[in-house]
């Protein structure tokens, strides 16, 4: 399967993107789908997974901000960032795992795409 991030952009504190997760090449509803950030100078960091079945987890700096939804039929996965902050200023990438696994550790997803860059200005 391949991946496709895109959405992000530079905005102020406080404001909302939505970036996209595409999918190709093998049929969606089979993956999990995971998202991770990563800031220069700085590890590789989980922020939310959606499973088949739609189960979501959230790293704790992001709950209750992010939201995460998959549509099988566009086999898309959305995550929407809310009231964003200056240090959610990141590379963001989406990754998928067939076989279900650690749903955190980068590790364990066979599947990446290229990052969408996002921008919080204060």
């Known amino acids: 399967v391949q991946l496709q991030a895109s959405g992000g952009g530079l905005v102020q504190a406080g404001e909302s993107l939505r970036l996209s997760c595409a999918t190709s090449?093998?049929?969606?509803?089979?993956?999990?789908v995971g998202w991770f950030r990563q800031a220069p100078g700085k590890e590789r960091e989980f922020v939310a997974a959606?499973?088949?079945?739609?189960?979501?987890a959230y790293s704790d700096s992001v709950k209750g901000r992010f939201a995460l939804a998959r549509d099988n039929a566009k086999n898309t996965v959305y995550l929407q960032l809310n009231n964003l902050k200056p240090e959610d200023t990141a590379n963001y990438c989406c990754?998928?795992?067939?076989?279900?696994?650690?749903?955190?550790?980068?590790?364990?997803?066979?599947?990446w795409g290229q990052g969408t860059q996002v921008t919080v200005s204060s």
């Open positions: 090449g093998d049929t969606f509803s089979n993956y999990h």
């Open positions: 990754a998928a795992m067939r076989r279900f696994g650690t749903y955190y550790d980068p590790h364990d997803y066979n599947y």
């Open positions: 959606i499973r088949r079945s739609g189960f979501t």
